[in-house]
Nanobody
Framework: QLTLVESGGGLVQSGGSLRLSCTSS????????IGWFRQAPGKEREGVSC????????NFPDSVKGRNIISRDDAKNTVYLQLNSLKPEDTAVYFC????????????????WGQGTQVTVSS
């Protein structure tokens, strides 16, 4: 079973940056599409960005555009999410999730999820 682990979250001031990482234990990620999602308290989980096998990027329909960069390093079995110009409203738990073959437009078809990493942005 694919197990994903997120890291890199923390407390940052408004305007700051963080780089989140998503790694797997035991299974290579290179055949999976990996999506990043976030969930703020009392809100629905929403998609941030998704990267396909091979590196092409798919944005979710309502994704946060322009301030994040998703990338993958298959040699390190890791997918990254660079968060820039962070705002207090970006405060959330950030999750990565895997799906076979290609990104999808909703979270429901992603089959393996990590436990999440907390990002807190202070004003």
């Amino acid at each position: 079973q694919l197990t994903l682990v997120e890291s890199g979250g923390g407390l940052v001031q408004s305007g700051g940056s963080l780089r989140l990482s998503c790694t797997s234990s035991g299974f290579p990620l290179d055949y999976y599409a990996i999506g990043w999602f976030r969930q703020a308290p009392g809100k629905e989980r929403e998609g941030v960005s998704c990267i396909n096998p091979g590196g092409s990027i798919t944005n979710f329909p309502d994704s946060v555009k322009g301030r994040n960069i998703i990338s993958r390093d298959d040699a390190k079995n890791t997918v990254y999410l660079q968060l820039n110009s962070l705002k207090p409203e970006d405060t959330a738990v950030y999750f990565c999730a895997a799906r076979g073959r290609a990104c999808a437009s909703t979270r429901y078809s992603f089959t393996s999820w990590g436990q999440g990493t907390q990002v807190t942005v202070s004003s």
